[in-house]
Each structure stands twice: as C-alpha cells, then as structure tokens.
C-alpha cells in the first residue's frame, strides 16, 4: 500500500480549477520535489495533501498508517514570525499538539522535541528568542517543529527561500538525511537543478499538464529539458550531444 | 499613602468601578496579546466605535444599553474577523469604514433624539457610568477568559504563531478565532463605559506591546502583560482620584508611559549587545 494515493483528482480554489485528472502514487522513502510555473498548482496540491482544501474531483488516500493530521509541514514563513516573541523550545514543542492536546506538555513529548532539536542541530538553542535567530537557523527550528508532528512524511514548502548558499546547502543535507533516515519528502521547489540533484522523483505542474516521475525520467522529457537550464552531464545526453540516438 | 487609598475605596461607585476596571483590564491584556500578534489591533479599535454607535442608539430609543450593544457588537467582532481574513479586501481600510460609519450614525442619534446624555461620556469614559449588573458579567467574563488561556495555553500559542501549521495539524483554527474575537468583544462592551470608546482600544494593545519590548517567551509575554495592565489600571485610578482627571485618560497615559520606558530599556539592551 502507498503512503498516499491521488485518483483522478482535481484542484482549485475560489471556483478555478489548477489541477485536473491528476493521478499519482507516494511510496514510503521517495523524496519528490513539485516544480512548475508561478500558478501551476503547486500550492493548491500542498493544500490539499494537508487536508487545508479538499479535492474538487477525485480523491486522496492515506495508506501505511499515515494520518493525514500526522504530516510534518514546513511552511513558508509569515511576516506574523518576524518579531514573534517566542523561545524556540516553545514553537518545537507546538509541532506535537496534533498528538494530545493537554494543558502541559508531557515528559515524552518534550524528550521527542528535544530529539528532533538535537536532529536538526539547534538543541543549544533552545532557550534563545525566534526572533532573534538567522534566516536558517529559523528554517530549522520549523523543521524540527515538523518532525514533532511526524514520524513518517515531510511536506516542504520552498524550504530554502531566503538562505543565503551555505545554509541552503546545509538545509538540502539535512533533508537528505532525514531521507535517508526513512521519511518521505515532498518539497515545493523553484530550485529545479537542485531538485533534480536530490529528488528521486519530480512532479512537474504545468498549465492542464503535468509530468510524474524520476529525476532521471525528467532531465530526458520534453518539459524537463525546457525547464532546465544546465545541460546533463549523463552519458546518454553526451551520446545524443555527439549525435547519437537517445533512449530513455 | 494607606489612608489615601482608603479614603477612595470608602465611596461605594469607585469600588464598583475598580472592579470592572481590574477585570476588563485583565481581560483585554490577555486577549491583546494574541490580537496584537495576528496584527489585529485595529479589531478592538473598530468593535470600540461599533460599541458607541449602539450604545447611542440604545439611548436615544429608550432601550436598555447592553441588551443592544452587545448583540451588535458580536455580529460586528465576526464581520471584522471576517474581512482582515479576507485578503481580497483590505482588512484594515474595511475596519477603518466600519469604525468611521459607527461613530457617524452614534452622533447623529445622540443629536437628533436630543438625549440629554452625556456625549463626553461615551466618548471619553466615566467611571460613574458602572452599575452592579457589569460587575457581575465582568467577573463571569475574567473567569472565562482566564480559564481559557490556562486551559489552552499551547493552542492558542500554536494559533497565533503558526494558523497554517496549526490548521494542518488539525486543530480548528476558526474556532480560536471566533472564540477570541468573541471575548474581545465583551471586553470591549464592558470596559467602554468606564475607559471610553476612543480609549478603550489602549488596553488592548499597550500591554501586550510593553511587554514585547523585553519578554523573549510567548509566555512571560502573556504574563507580564496581564500584570502590567493590572498595575497601570490601579496607578491610572489612583491619579485620576488624587489630581481629578478623568480615568479612562489617567489609564492611557500610565499605560503609554510604561510603553516609552519598556521601548528604552529595549533600545538600551540592544546597543549593549551590539557593543559586546
């Protein structure tokens, strides 16, 4: 069974349809990045998985004991969190409320908290002003709050807008590993050349149209090759390159 | 200093109206600091001019002031929560139109009805204005808001930080909202006829911005804000009583002065740290 299963479904808001006839099926491990044009969807789809709209046709199905309140999100950040006064052990702590909602926290979950804290290197921090932090120091305090509401399925929203190169590269390690570490990924990205690095499969929205599929699949579609800008370096594009026949 | 204070609490009206102050006080701290943090400050400030509209209607038809403020104000807390959640419309300049057509018609009933109220009243507070039935639904009202914020201190921490995450999570978000917009509005009704309907909105916002200025938690923030209106409110009263000025004004100003010395000590902080 499929952590998450899209049937024939379509998506909109306000009246307007984004998406339609979409069909795709998560698996546990995969780490997927959505790339597309501005209005293609890709916030609409988000919104969906995360139970914030509901699908205008269709449908989308939790298997593997995945709730659908239980999906760590990292979403973009708000002008509300610019100057928010809050520690940041409070905001890690308020990613378990989709547990038990009691008056006090429990010992397991902050110990949980604490864990993800140390997971994504911001334990030392704890006590420190959000407001005070750096844009990536910030980024990881949501993704540790994310991994408290999780144990299975991350969904990033464009989690590197804003970082300067080293902590976007350090942002993209650390997602990687907690791929490696058994969560599934799905990322909301304008980054595509990084996408295709990291991904192993890519969604691609577009106008009435998308492509599902492995990054490998991408680089050698039509949409992909439009999209990117890089030229591949596998051997199969120098072969084609240097003229030969292309067969993926 | 002793004899002072018990020479103002041996007339029976300033009791009452300490009373409600302290509790209105209270209650529009806690919920200022989650209207401030949302950036719905202007909420209260618009429920404030509704609150005198109805009131002036009220008066000049011969009805019983609360029995129709507080409908209204109800419907107009859900209308304004509605319109700043709205990005199509501007939130604030609908909140600004509301505010402004509420005070017009106010005027306009005071005026043409010849009610022999005092308009100054409403406008500007007055503290001889509380009657037994408020102090009674201000402390129903301080119970429920404080049971409240002790009950779900992390929800609404959660809400107020992050209403997307927290809606994905599945906590409903709307019911926060509305449940605050509710109590801001019964503060506001309760509070405007001792503070005033253009004063009443400072205690909403002062104390929760005072106390941004130094407080690093969410919760030391609510905590020191709830204390901080509490001390203003009792210091704003006494100075009205000992130098005859009007409450809901001496309240204002001591709140302000806080907000000036919190903002310094943060300016002060900051450049220490910076020359560490």
């Known amino acids: ?248 | 200093m002793f004899d002072f204070i018990a020479e103002m609490f041996s007339y029976n009206f300033i009791v009452r109206a300490f009373i409600v102050g302290t509790l209105v006080s209270l209650c529009a701290a806690l919920l200022g600091v989650t209207l401030v943090l949302k950036r719905y400050s202007m909420i209260g400030d618009g429920l404030s001019h509704v609150g005198f509209g109805a009131l002036a209607i009220a008066a000049s038809l011969n009805l019983a002031p609360l029995e129709v403020a507080i409908p209204v104000i109800i419907i107009a807390a859900f209308l304004l929560l509605r319109l700043s959640e709205n990005s199509k419309i501007n939130g604030d300049a609908a909140i600004a139109i509301i505010s402004s057509t509420a005070l017009a018609v106010g005027v306009i009933s005071v005026s043409v009805s010849g009610v022999n109220t005092d308009l100054n009243s409403y406008l500007f507070g007055s503290i001889l204005a509380t009657t037994k039935v408020d102090a009674i639904m201000c402390a129903i009202l301080a119970l429920i808001v404080i049971s409240i914020f002790v009950l779900f201190y992390n929800n609404i921490f959660a809400v107020t930080f992050d209403e997307t995450f927290s809606r994905a999570t599945g906590l409903k978000t709307n019911i926060y909202n509305t449940v605050i917009a509710l109590l801001t509005a019964l503060t506001i009704v309760i509070g405007m006829r001792i503070m005033g309907t253009l004063l009443i909105s400072a205690l909403i916002i002062f104390p929760a911005l005072s106390s941004m200025r130094i407080c690093k938690k969410f919760k030391s923030v609510i905590l020191c804000s709830g204390v901080l209106s509490l001390c203003c409110f009792f210091v704003g009263m006494c100075a009205s009583y000992k130098l005859d000025t009007p409450t809901g004004a001496s309240v204002v100003i001591v709140n302000a002065a806080v907000f000036l010395v919190f903002w310094l000590v943060e300016v002060i902080r900051t450049r220490i740290k910076r020359t560490d």
Do not use: W
């Open chain 1, 1 to 248: 069974m499929a952590l998450i299963t899209i049937k024939n479904a379509s998506m909109g808001y306000e009246g307007k349809t984004v998406l339609s006839k979409l069909n795709l099926t998560v698996n546990e491990g995969d780490y997927i990045c959505i790339v597309g044009e501005n209005g293609s969807g890709k916030t609409t789809l988000m919104k969906c998985l995360l139970g914030l709209l509901q699908p205008t046709a269709g449908s989308i199905s939790f298997g593997d004991g995945l709730k659908q309140r239980e999906i760590g999100y990292l979403p973009q950040q708000t002008i509300i969190q610019q100057d928010f006064p809050a520690s940041v052990s409070e905001v890690v702590l308020s990613g378990c409320l989709n547990k038990r909602c009691t008056m006090f926290y429990s010992k397991q979950q902050k110990e949980m908290a604490a864990d993800n804290m140390k997971l994504t290197g911001i334990y030392d921090l704890g006590k420190k002003c959000f407001r005070e932090l750096s844009g990536g120091q910030r980024q990881r305090v949501m993704l540790a709050r994310a991994l408290c509401a999780t144990q299975k399925l991350l969904i990033l929203d464009e989690p590197v807008t804003g970082l300067d190169p080293m902590a976007t590269a350090d942002m993209y390690a650390l997602i990687k590993d907690l791929n490696k570490n058994g969560i599934t990924i799905i990322m909301v990205s304008h980054d595509v050349n990084s996408a295709v690095s990291n991904a192993t499969k890519i969604l691609h929205l577009s106008r009435n149209n998308y492509f599902y599929g492995t990054a490998h699949q991408y680089l050698h579609s039509d949409v992909g090759k439009k999209f990117i800008l890089s030229d591949c370096p596998c051997d199969d594009c120098r072969h084609r390159a240097q003229g030969g026949v292309h067969n993926v």
